[in-house]
Nanobody
Framework: VQLQASGGGLVQAGGSLRLSCAASGSIASINIIGWYRQAPGKQRELVATITIGGTRNYAESVKNRFTISRDNSKNIAYLEMNNVKPEDTAVYYC??????????????WGQGTQVTVSS
């Protein structure tokens, strides 16, 4: 299973950005998919997750600004980032809890995508 993240870039404070995470491979189901981020000198932290049933979980710092969604038919998750702030600057990583056809249930990480918010 591979997770391909895209959509990062440079955005001004108050602007918007959309990240995508496309999963491919021997996937039976994606139980949970989400985004984590890591700023320089800080630990990786949860941003948002969404279950296969659509239950969403957000970090307090992004509630009411970020929206996570998924397209189960395409195995893609999206993170809509609105009203971004300089403190949102980080490398964003896609993460998924996947039931695979070959190796059972496992956790996967995608490569990071850089998000930089200028003030």
């Amino acid at each position: 299973v591979q997770l391909q993240a895209s959509g990062g870039g440079l955005v001004q404070a108050g602007g918007s950005l959309r990240l995508s995470c496309a999963a491919s491979g021997s996937i039976a189901s994606i139980n949970i998919i989400g985004w984590y981020r890591q700023a320089p000198g800080k630990q990786r932290e949860l941003v948002a997750t969404i279950t296969i049933g659509g239950t969403r979980n957000y970090a307090e710092s992004v509630k009411n600004r970020f929206t996570i969604s998924r397209d189960n038919s395409k195995n893609i998750a999206y993170l809509e980032m609105n009203n971004v702030k300089p403190e949102d600057t980080a490398v964003y990583y896609c993460n998924a809890d996947v039931s695979t056809w070959i190796t059972g249930r496992r956790e996967f990480w995608g490569q990071g995508t850089q998000v930089t918010v200028s003030s």
